[in-house]
């Protein structure tokens, strides 16, 4: 087909995302280390690009940041073993920015996630040349908050990797051209507020810049 690659958070593909997939975070937040890995989705709404703000959504009190590298799927594929899952890459920076007491809300009724972390603007993501990248395992993510460091870790920390992700994941449901497979977050997660500005980046690659802002009530008549 025509369309290009380049703008997949365009396509209307699906986001799948892992969760506690760093020891570090999994302590933090004081959540049991998985023993296979912990999938989610997240609505296509919920892509933006730099230049847009990220909003935090109406009656959340907790909106954190949560820096992690994304996986562009390149073509479709199910039951995609992990000897060939790397031909099947393309590299993104994204935000997993997650309504964390509506998230511990759901966590303690046994409801799902998909609120706490599929509102408007909650997946923040900034395209990354592939060869940039010679060894997904082996980078360094970081996350400021005004300036401030908060997130620093490295994908080598990763309980689950790409290619064991790729196969699970694909065991289940087909992944497409044009999906984004999230990763997992290090350590340092928290909340940001109206006002606040998020530098997050890869050491030598890639960095992007997102202020926050309050959701405007939308006025219906
Ligand atoms: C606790 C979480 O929100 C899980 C998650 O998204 C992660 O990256 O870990
Ligand atoms: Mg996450």
Same mark, same amino acid.
């Given at each position: 087909h025509s369309r290009d690659i380049k703008r997949f958070w365009e396509w209307g593909r699906k986001i799948v995302c892992v969760?506690?997939?760093y020891i570090d975070h999994c302590a933090e937040l004081k959540n049991p280390v998985p023993s296979s890995p912990l999938i989610f989705l997240k609505p296509t709404s919920a892509y933006i690009r730099e230049g847009e703000p990220m909003k935090i959504p109406t009656g959340c009190d907790s909106v954190h940041h949560e820096v992690e590298l994304g996986i562009v799927i390149s073509k479709n594929g199910s039951d995609i073993q992990q000897s060939q899952a790397m031909d099947y890459v393309g590299y993104v920076l994204a935000l997993d920015m997650t309504a964390r007491d509506w998230q511990d809300k759901?966590?303690?009724?046994?409801?799902?996630?998909?609120m706490a972390k599929g509102f408007d603007t909650s997946c923040p993501i900034s395209g990354i040349e592939k060869e940039t990248i010679p060894d997904p395992h082996n980078i360094n993510l970081w996350l400021n908050v005004n300036d401030e460091s908060k997130q620093q870790g490295t994908t080598k920390d990763m309980i689950f990797t790409i290619p064991f992700l790729i196969n699970y994941i694909s065991s289940v449901m087909q992944l497409e051209?044009?999906?984004?497979?999230?990763?997992?977050?290090?350590?340092? $997660?928290?909340? $940001?507020r109206p006002g606040d500005v998020i530098h997050c980046g890869i050491d030598? $690659? $890639?960095?992007?810049?997102?202020p926050v802002?309050?959701?405007?009530?939308?006025?219906?008549?």
């Open positions: 969760g506690r997939n759901a966590k303690s009724k046994g409801q799902p996630w998909s051209e044009g999906d984004l497979l999230l990763t997992g977050t290090p350590k340092g $997660v928290g909340p $940001v030598s $690659v $890639v960095s992007m810049k997102f802002e309050e959701e405007k009530e939308s006025i219906t008549s």
